[in-house]
């Protein structure tokens, strides 16, 4: 390891992020990365990133790693209390497979380049541009999740608490019968409220509905008639790359989002011929 660090740094260059994003992929079908320009209240700062990641991606990053640098000067607490903020609501809200790994890390250095001193008003606009970075490569992890064919953006809405939002949301996006029925192209509704329901033991949901692309396909746990027309809607929805999916448990108002990819055969293919 420490001859490869040596035969690496000597190929060090400023243009060399390409090779960099090479570099950490596995079986990741494309690179990721992004970088934005910020207008904060102190001055212009640079923020970029680049990830790698398409399986074992739950329920805590499992197997990704992401590299992010800013020229703020900005201090370590603050950068530290940021990244952690936001890491909760973007890398930790999508799923892949439902699997885990011990390997994962998210780094962000901070190297004052920019000579912009932030100011309480400027590091709250550095985390907004954080979170927009950070959501941006975690959704490039779910669209090359392993065999993949769709992102699925769910909001559980109507919870009885923070809590159960999360896990409700977590059972639904880590279901494996909710993948492969997307990836199947079928808006099975009784699969996810299954899995909602397997969260909440002891408890009814009767005045459960869910919306897929707008359309409701069950309501008050039962399954919705649809018209002719409703039912072509539905089809075209279910057919595009990205697809919307709208839980409402009718029991509070506390609510979860989150990000999945569906299921098919060439994970199968990809996990099962892989060997040690």
Known sequence: MEQGIAAAATSLQATGGADFLASIMTTDRFPKACALEVETADGVIRVGGC?????????????????????????????????????????????????????????????????????????????????????????????????????????????????????????????SLVKTAMYGCDPNWGRVLSAAGAVLPGRTLPNVYLEIGGVRVANNSRGVKLTAQAASVLKEVMAQREVDMLLHLGAGRSHEEVYFSDLGHEYVAINSEYST
């Open 51 to 175: 990830a790698k990641g398409a399986g074992m991606i739950a329920p805590a990053m499992a197997t990704m790693l992401c590299f992010i640098t800013t020229d703020a000067a900005v201090s370590p607490g603050v950068i530290r209390s940021l990244l952690r903020r936001v890491v909760g609501r973007t890398f930790n809200r999508v799923s892949v497979d439902g699997q885990m790994s011990t390997n994962d890390c998210v780094f962000l250095l901070a190297g004052g380049g920019s000579r912009v001193f932030l100011s309480p008003a400027g590091a709250a606009q550095l985390g907004a541009a954080l979170h927009c970075l950070l959501l941006r490569l975690a959704l490039m992890m779910v669209a090359d999740g392993e065999g993949a064919t769709k992102v699925v953006r769910l909001r559980v809405r109507g919870a009885a608490s923070d809590e159960e939002a999360r896990m409700v949301a977590r059972a639904v996006a880590d279901s």
